[in-house]
């Protein structure tokens, strides 16, 4: 009798283990149904910066892929650390990266010129279902986005190095495949 109720009682203890850990893994899955859209993620954040400080968030450009949280632009300091933490806490955001550059960084005569040769350059991947963002910052670029193989990432960076006029060069673009199993494991990407 009492064997029976340890094995029934382990019985119960294993099976409330896997149903936390299948209920974990379905809050990490981001394509489930009921979960926001990137472009929902993409508005709230962009409403919480807002919220804090209309000018401040002004100057920060915000994008999700998957849950992944990407913000560029040239806050002064304070605000850009308080937009990464409150960027954590929007509802289906899984991960927060920003690249930030000093207040004052963009150049308007240059920068949309440079942008708009960015993006004429990496017109052969910027079809769908890839998604690619260009953000260009003082002669700095930024690319963001997820695409279908490891081929058209290797394919973005040969694309996009050597474009005349380009002080720096940084690229956030990762295959779909990455981007999902990134979701609660971040710590696998941008180990260039």
């Not at 963002?133 to 960076?157: C, I, K, R």
Request: net charge neutral; hydrophobic share 40%; glycine share 6%.
């Amino acid at each position: 009798m009492r064997h029976s109720r340890i094995v029934a009682s382990l019985t119960c203890l294993l099976f409330l283990c896997l149903a936390g850990t299948a209920f974990a893994l379905a809050d990490y899955d981001h394509v489930s149904p009921g979960r926001g859209t990137d472009q929902d993620i993409e508005s709230a954040v962009k409403n919480c910066l807002a919220d804090k400080d209309p000018q401040q968030a002004k100057f920060v450009d915000v994008y999700s892929f998957k849950g992944h949280v990407f913000m560029v632009g040239e806050p002064a300091l304070p605000f850009g650390v308080w937009a990464e933490r409150a960027a954590h806490y929007v509802q289906d955001t899984h991960f927060v990266t920003a690249h930030w550059f000093p207040p004052k960084t963009s150049d308007p005569n240059a920068d949309p010129a440079l942008k708009s040769a960015v993006v004429s350059r990496l017109n052969p991947v910027m079809r769908s279902p890839n998604r690619i963002e260009v953000e260009v910052w003082g002669g700095n670029v930024v690319v963001l986005g997820t695409v279908q193989t490891p081929e058209e990432v290797a394919q973005v960076d040969k694309l996009v190095k050597g474009i005349p006029g380009m002080k720096a060069y940084r690229s956030y673009v990762m295959t779909m495949e990455e981007a999902l199993k990134a979701i609660g494991n971040p710590s696998t990407l941008y180990q260039k």
